[in-house]
């Protein structure tokens, strides 16, 4: 799947996202909190996620870096970056969400 087709599913994908996503949070979150612990994410830390959808797991990560900590995340679709930008940056000032308008090699 080329670059581009895969962008516009996701895109297309992101207003379903946005209606389940409590859901989906809500059902993944055991999977999340072990996924984090194993990670050793903690205070201070500092995160990369990529395909970060509409980013549960990435406010999670923000929640246990805290202030003193960073997380970054990165989905290929801007549609379903927005979802968690404008949350991320209300509740955990120091998660940076990067834009989705990356390119992979073909």
Same mark, same amino acid.
């Given at each position: 799947m080329k670059t +581009?087709? +895969?962008r +516009?599913? *996701?895109e297309? +994908? #992101?207003?379903g996202w946005a209606? *389940? =996503?409590a859901t989906v949070a809500d059902w993944m979150e055991p999977a999340t909190e072990a996924m984090l612990?194993? #990670?050793r994410v903690s205070t201070g830390g500092r995160v990369l996620d990529l395909a970060c959808g509409a980013g549960s797991q990435t406010l999670r990560a923000a929640q246990m870096v805290g202030a =003193?900590?960073?997380v970054a995340a990165s989905d290929i679709a801007d549609a379903v970056l927005f979802l968690c930008g404008p949350g991320s940056r209300m509740?955990?000032?120091q998660t940076i969400v990067v834009d989705g308008?990356?390119?992979?090699?073909?």
């Open positions: +581009a087709d +895969a +516009a599913q *996701w297309g +994908a #992101a207003a209606r *389940w =996503e612990q194993m #990670a =003193e900590g960073h509740i955990c000032g308008g990356f390119s992979l090699p073909a």
